[in-house]
């Protein structure tokens, strides 16, 4: 069982930032890939932008060139830099783990609001 614990989310001002975090409870050599979704009101759940054991970044189109995924393999931690942010990036943000079982398992969310 893996157990994510997230942080970092807040309200803020269009064109700003902010920096969510997701800690996980096992040793990130044990995870495949990590990845951010997120959740609208009314919306699917989408995938925001994924990062694989080896380092390969994958990133919804809308938020390329303004979000950067990182993971910190010391840490246990992944990490969704997310600059410039617009009002359309308002969501429920799920951190996601996929291990080499494979296995799934998501964090609690992190509300981010971005007001115009």
């Known amino acids: 069982q893996v157990q994510l614990v997230e942080s970092g989310g807040g309200l803020v001002q269009a064109g700003g930032s902010l920096r969510l975090s997701c800690a996980a409870s096992?040793?990130?050599?044990?995870?495949?890939?990590m990845g951010w979704y997120r959740q609208a009101p009314g919306k699917q759940r989408e995938l925001v932008a994924d990062?694989?054991?080896?380092?390969?970044?994958n990133y919804k189109d809308s938020v390329k060139g303004r979000f950067t995924i990182s993971r910190d393999n010391v840490k246990n931690t992944v990490y969704l830099e997310m600059n410039m942010l617009k009002p359309e990036d308002t969501a429920v943000y799920y951190c996601?783990?996929?291990?080499?079982?494979?296995?799934?398992?998501w964090g609690q969310g992190t509300q981010v609001t971005v007001s115009s």
């Open positions: 990062i694989s054991s080896g380092g390969s970044t």
């Open positions: 996601k783990v996929r291990t080499w079982g494979p296995s799934d398992y």
């Open positions: 096992v040793s990130t050599f044990s995870i495949r890939v």
